[in-house]
């Protein structure tokens, strides 16, 4: 038989709502596909997964209430991806691509290139 | 408790920092795939999005739901741990853990589909209606992310497992019951990657 609760605990409400937000910008962002963004298309489709990652960082992994080193350190390693990402957008996209033999291979197996 | 802790709670800390400390090695593992995703993003834009309309948008989304969901069902776990509602947890667990069975079939399907049109990884790719160099990048790249997290969200459901059955013979009570935080505190960051990787293979246009 289950025991009785043995300590008043924090209520079970706060996570619901959080996952019912979760929920309406999985929406927002299913709905974003299909307007006209253009370039901001995929900004827009990280930021509400930016968000919806805060959401349950702060509310279902409780980083409030973990030390101060904790909160460091998730800051630390998501940064580090971002500014790895940031290094490679900018080496890609501000470098001068010569068609070469990066496409041999694939033509090899009968794949060819095909251009939009 | 080991002599070098002065207290539980200094043990539980330590503890905490050392899971946190997994997880932000998990990050930076997935951060490097997202870069090198980053790279071919932008080099190959166009063929990308073309590539990812290629992705079922049903089963992408439907499996960000599951995630989310399953986030919820382990948070209440934890929840219900703390107040000492063991079995209660267990049950919590169990749902979680059958969300992500959801979420591996629905992704077993997505595959199946994927083998059948010749859309594989590396030099097995040969999908007639996309035969492109930037194509083989996209799905390849695609196998690695989801098939990563797929071993993740696998090794999350054994952790909750071993957990729950831990919670529903009584081992843990609503003071001592880290391990069960600890596991959820894993499957949280499984799902916190899967919100990235959804609107990157799905729901680019």
Redesign the interface.
Known sequence: M?????????R?MP??L??AL??AL?AT??G???LPLGVF??PV??A??LA??SV??V???RLRH??T??RL??W???G??VL??A???G???FRE?APGP??A??EA??????E? | MAEHFESVERKD?AA??GM??F??SE??L???L???Y??????FG??FV?ASSHNS?AIG?TN??VL??S??F???AV?AA???????AAGLLALTIGCGLLFLGLKAVEYGEHFRAGILPG?H??YAAL????A?AFFTLYYLMTGLHALHVTGGMVALGAVGYRAFRGAY???RHLPLELAV?YW??V??IW??L???LY???
Request: aromatic share 12%; glycine share 4%.
């Open positions: 289950e025991p009785e609760a043995t300590k008043p605990t924090e079970a996570l619901v959080a996952w979760l929920c999985t962002s299913f974003a596909r299909y298309a995929t489709a990280l509400i997964a919806k990652a349950v960082l509310s279902f992994m973990e030390a080193s904790v350190l998730v630390v390693a998501f580090t991806v790895a990402c290094g490679v957008i080496d890609a996209g691509l990066q496409f291979t694939t197996h009968g794949i060819s290139r095909q939009p | 800390q905490h920092l946190w400390l997880l932000a990050v930076l997935f951060g490097a997202f870069a090198v980053a790279g071919y993003r932008v080099e166009y063929e073309v948008i989304t960000t739901f989310v969901t986030s919820l382990a948070a209440l929840h703390r107040s000492g509602r063991l079995r209660r030099n790719y040969h035969p492109t160099h930037a083989n009570s609503a003071e505190l949280h960051l799902d916190v919100l990235f959804w609107p990157l729901l680019m246009h």
